[in-house]
C-alpha cells in the first residue's frame, strides 16, 4: 500500500502557522514580485478567485471582500515543510519527499500491522496539526498513482473528510469515476485536451483503455499511468524519486536594471543556486544556459542568452561564476531596462560516473563545496558565500507584503503576551 500526504494550500496555510488572527480569514500568497496569485487557502477559495492570475487585475475585488495578502515566504515554508516532513516520516520507514508538500510513503511490510487504514490516516492528519499546524489531505492506494488519485479525492471531492482509501473495486471505480482527466497524475493540460477528443473524459475512461494502444498513441509514460489506474504496479520507487533532467534558477527583477554590475551579480547569484541544486542530487553538467531579457512589454525588446560549454563537466560554484563572468561582456547591452535574467543547467549526469580527462585536470574542489553547504545548511542559506554573489537590493524581489521569517531569523521570533 502506498500514501500520499499533501498540505492543503500550503504555501497560504503556512501563513496562518504563526498568525492565529488570520486562521479563520481568506488568505491569498503572491508569486515572484507580487505578480499573481500563487496560492489560495480554502476560505479564499469560498470567494471564487481563481489561482494564476495577476495580481493588479484582482487586487479591488481583493480589497473589497477583506483578503489577506502575502508575499511569497520562501524561508519560513521551507522550513516549515521540513518540519512537516519529519512528522510524516515518523509513520512509515519508507518516505520519499516529492515536492515541498507532498511525500509518498510505501507500506510494503507494514501492511499486517495496520487494519484500518482510514483511521490511520486520520491519526496523521491530526499529529501533523497538532505539531506543525499545517492542514494536510491523506490517500491511500495500492499503486503511487492511485495513491494520489485517493489524495485528490480527500481533498477535492465532496464526501470525504481529508482521508480517502482505494483498497476495492468499487471505491477505486467511484473515485476515478469522479475525477477529471487532467487531474490525473502525469496528464497534464495538452495531453488532457487530445484524450478527450478521443471521448476521454475521466480518470476511470482512461482506465479502461488498452495500455499498449495508449503507448502506440502517445508514450511508455502514459502506458504505465493507465496500469497504475488499474492496480499494477509500474512505477518502482526509483521512477518516483527520479532526478532532474535539467535546473533553472530565473527570476524578474523588482526594479528594472541597468547596471552591468548589479546584472552580473544576478546572473551569479542564479548559478549558484543552480550549482547548490546540482550537488544535492549529485549531478554535475557541462553546458550552462545564461540569458537575460528586458520586458516584452516595453519598445526595444532585448534578449539574449548563451550557452557555455564546459571542458569537464562540474557543479562547483565557482566554476560557473567564472564561466558567466568570461561571457557577460556578449549578454549586456547598454541602456537596457533589464527585466529579467537567468541561469539553466542542461544534460545533466551523475557525478559518480564521470570519465576523468586524460590531459585536463578538473578544477573543482568537492570538499570546498562540500563545506559550503554544510555551513549553509546549517546557519541558513545565505551565511557562506563566494565574494561575487555580493547582495544588492537593486535586483532582489519586490515582496510588499512579507510576513516575518518567524523560524529563520532570531529578530522575527515569535512573541507571546501574557
Known sequence: MYALVDAVAFYASAEKVFDPSIRRKPVVVLTNNDGCICAVCPIARKLAIPKFQPYFQVKQYLFDHQVVIRSSNYELYADLSERMMNVIGRFCDNQHIYSIDESFLNFNGFNPLITDWYRYGHTIRRTVWRETKLPVGVGFGPTATLAKAAN????????????????????????????????????????????????????????????????????????????????????????????????????????????????????????????????????????LLIFVASSPHQQGYYKKSYIYEFNIATADSRVFANAISEVFEQLYKPNVLFYKCGVGALDLTSHMFQQPDLFQASIDNPKLMQCLDKINARFGIGTLAIASETSSADWHMKREYLSPHYTTRWYNLPKIHC
Open 152 to 287: 485528490h479525492a480527500a481533498k477535492k471531492l465532496p464526501g470525504f473528510d481529508g482521508v480517502a482509501v482505494i483498497d476495492s473495486e468499487s471505491s477505486r471505480v467511484n473515485i476515478l469515476r469522479a475525477m477529471n482527466i487532467q487531474d490525473v497524475w502525469g496528464v497534464g493540460k495538452r495531453l488532457a485536451k487530445k484524450l478527450k477528443l478521443m471521448n476521454i473524459n475521466t480518470a476511470l475512461d482512461l482506465a479502461q483503455q488498452d495500455p499498449r494502444k495508449m503507448k502506440r498513441l502517445f508514450s511508455v509514460v502514459l502506458e504505465r499511468t493507465v496500469n497504475e489506474l488499474c492496480g499494477k504496479r509500474c512505477l518502482s520507487w526509483d521512477d518516483v524519486r527520479q532526478d532532474k533532467k535539467e535546473i533553472f534558477s530565473t527570476r524578474s527583477f523588482g526594479e528594472r536594471v541597468t547596471d552591468p554590475i548589479t546584472l552580473k551579480t544576478a546572473l551569479i547569484n542564479h548559478s549558484a543556486i543552480v550549482a547548490r541544486k546540482l550537488r544535492a542530487q549529485g549531478s554535475l553538467t557541462q553546458r
